[in-house]
């Protein structure tokens, strides 16, 4: 039967034992109008049975949720009300066992977090959530029925839980079952299925990371299917002009963001993106070997947005980063990046909100920045294809499409969008302002942590990790390499930027006359730091990074990079004395 058909029956002419058949083939509606002939009949026979109401609301939930699930094990349809009031018996039964004993730990806290804050997405990783809002949804279909948007949403939520929970084998769904909707503790399940209490905890824990991933294929899945049901189903592909073929810069994020703010309108020099958003100043290490993950060893959802307001642009974000530090993907095998090993990765809990941020920018004409697309930096999606499921990518240079549900399987399993949201007036002294408020705050230390590796190592200080661990000779070729080549480009746009300022500032025909003796003296300094970094270049090229453990190699950077730091703790000091004259 068509939804169309199934709309224009008279579900209230039919007796229950006809809507119980019309349900066990799968009809949502006949399921519906037998739940609003009963309720009252079932709330009143859980009412007799606890005191509080709210508990008895509890378990007509939690009864109603397992009769949707399990109505074809019925098989007499004409007792569908006494099936009912068993169902609720035993939900009331396992209550009172658990409030004599000790509260056992729940399914969705077996490596979930337990916070159930509705307005987070993240919330849709916790089954109990997902069946809370089914339980809601039923409860109020009599008040809600009049409204179609409602409607779908009840009947898409109950099929969503279907689908979720079809990826369990039968002897997983049936251990699963036994705790999450009958609530029994592993110990009560060991026994009864013969089972060691360690072999139930081992099924629950497999079980729900089967589930949480089937809910995000499900939830992709229904985001499609919405898009197509309104008609919006498209194919946007963005224009090539803001969107560089490779970077003049070593920063990725500097490309990206620059592309970003052309693509907004912001005609601004890549120096000027690297200055405000303090990308050209910032340098973090991560101390014992120099990995190669510490230019970016920071916390993106903080520093990005922040420096878009300096260029007048606000950003809407999605943040699924770890402070975990990844491998070097330079040393992995070919293999290890392949679209083979991409899928055997799970797919990120993040995936559905940075789908709809994607789609969001994209067809009002913005690309959108992206961290690990396919290796750990920034690239850019700069189109889409709903029909085949593909985003279009740039990442360094390198242009390619990527399946819908590969996106937050990179090598570091990540997903970081962000995407400009609107323009916002900010006037040239406010920008600049911000600026060196934010690089002051970052050569000092004092900036959040929330995703930032334990142990990385920032602004002035990072230069003595460094030297450190080159006196243990612990450096890793490659990785230090690569540090050396975007902290030493980012200097050279330091100094760029800080010119380019001091241009700027003799237009605006401002008061304060030493500012651009000021500006021009830090700029001087950020040169003379970044020909210091030249100069490691050459001792370790990337990317293969020379020697840097060899006895000679080491003394000789210990020297240079001291000298580096003897130079930009002056900049520092001529930063703040920039800062000091704006304010």
């Known amino acids: 039967m068509s939804h169309l058909q199934e709309s224009m029956v008279d579900w209230e002419a039919m007796d229950d034992s006809e809507l119980v058949v019309k349900a066990q083939t799968g009809s949502q509606e006949a399921f519906g109008e037998l739940v609003r002939r009963h309720r009252s009949k079932v709330f009143g026979y859980a009412r007799s049975m606890v005191q509080e109401v709210h508990a008895a609301e509890d378990i007509v939930q939690d009864a109603l949720i397992r009769a949707f699930l399990h109505l074809g094990k019925l098989v007499d349809v004409e007792r569908f009300l006494p099936w009912m009031h068993r169902i609720v018996r035993n939900q009331a039964m396992s209550r009172f066992r658990r409030e004599g004993q000790r509260q056992e730990t729940s399914?969705?806290?077996?490596?979930?977090?337990?916070?159930?804050?509705?307005?987070?997405?993240?919330?849709?990783?916790?089954?109990?959530?997902?069946?809370?809002?089914?339980?809601?949804?039923?409860e109020k279909k009599s008040l809600q029925d009049e409204i179609p948007e409602e409607r779908l949403m009840r009947l898409e939520t109950q099929r969503m839980l279907l689908d979720i929970i079809s990826c369990l084998k039968p002897r997983e769904r049936q251990i699963f079952e036994s705790h999450f909707f009958n609530q029994l503790s592993p110990q009560e399940i060991a026994k009864e299925f013969s089972l060691s209490s360690a072999n139930v905890y081992q099924i629950l824990s497999r079980s729900r990371k089967k589930v949480i991933q089937e809910r995000i294929r499900v939830t992709v899945d229904s985001y499609i299917r919405t898009r197509r049901d309104w008609g919006i189903m498209s194919k946007v592909i963005l224009s090539e002009d803001p969107i560089q073929e490779k970077g003049e810069s070593w920063s990725t994020a500097g490309n990206v963001l620059h592309a970003l703010a052309k693509a907004a309108g912001k005609n601004v020099s890549p120096a000027m993106v690297m200055g405000l958003t303090g990308l050209a100043f910032r340098m973090n290490?991560?101390?014992?070997?120099?990995?190669?993950?510490?230019?970016?060893?920071?916390?993106?959802?903080?520093?990005?947005?922040?420096?878009?307001?300096?260029?007048?642009?606000?950003?809407?974000?999605?943040?699924?980063?770890?402070?975990?530090?990844?491998?070097?993907?330079?040393?992995?095998?070919?293999?290890?990046?392949?679209?083979?090993?991409?899928?055997?990765?799970?797919?990120?809990?993040?995936?559905?909100?940075?789908?709809?941020?994607?789609?969001?920018?994209?067809?009002?004409?913005?690309?959108?920045?992206?961290?690990?697309?396919?290796?750990p930096e920034f690239g850019m999606v700069y189109g889409y294809d709903d029909e085949r499921r593909v985003l279009f990518i740039n990442e360094c240079g390198r242009k390619d499409t990527l399946d819908y549900h590969n996106l937050g399987r990179g090598v570091l399993e990540e997903i970081f969008v962000l995407a400009v949201d609107a323009s916002l007036h900010i006037t040239f002294k406010d920008q600049l302002r911000e600026a060196f408020h934010m690089i002051i705050e970052h050569y000092k230390g004092n900036e959040l942590q929330a995703h930032v590796p334990a142990g990385a190592v920032k602004g002035i200080s990072a230069y003595d990790a460094w030297c450190e661990a080159f006196r243990n000779k612990k450096v890793e070729p490659n990785g230090n390499a690569y540090n050396i080549a975007v902290f030493g480009d980012s200097k050279k746009y330091a100094a760029q930027f800080l010119s380019e300022v001091a241009s700027s500032w003799n237009l605006t025909e401002d008061p304060h006359a030493n500012m651009v003796e000021l500006l021009v003296e830090a700029a001087e300094t950020y040169r003379q730091t970044a020909e210091v970094f030249r100069k490691l270049h050459a001792l370790f090229p990337y990317p293969t990074g020379g020697e840097p453990n060899g006895k000679e190699y080491a003394s000789q950077a210990i020297t240079l990079l001291e000298q580096a730091k003897s130079l930009e703790i002056k900049g520092v000091q001529q930063l703040e004395q920039i800062l000091k004259t704006l304010n």
């Not at 077996?110 to 809002?133: C, F, I, K, T």
């Not at 770890?322 to 090993?341: F, R, Y």
């Not at 809990?349 to 940075?354: K, R």
């Open 285 to 375: 290490i991560l101390p014992e070997n120099v990995h190669i993950a510490g230019p970016t060893a920071y916390d993106f959802a903080d520093v990005f947005p922040r420096g878009l307001r300096n260029l007048g642009l606000t950003a809407r974000v999605v943040d699924g980063m770890t402070p975990v530090i990844g491998v070097n993907a330079n040393l992995l095998e070919d293999s290890a990046k392949s679209i083979k090993a991409i899928q055997k990765r799970d797919i990120h809990h993040a995936l559905p909100e940075a789908l709809d941020v994607i789609h969001h920018a994209l067809d009002r004409g913005y690309p959108v920045m992206a961290w690990d697309l396919c290796i």
């Open 107 to 138: 399914f969705t806290t077996l490596g979930a977090p337990a916070s159930h804050n509705h307005d987070h997405p993240e919330m849709w990783d916790q089954l109990d959530y997902v069946l809370e809002r089914v339980s809601l949804s039923m």
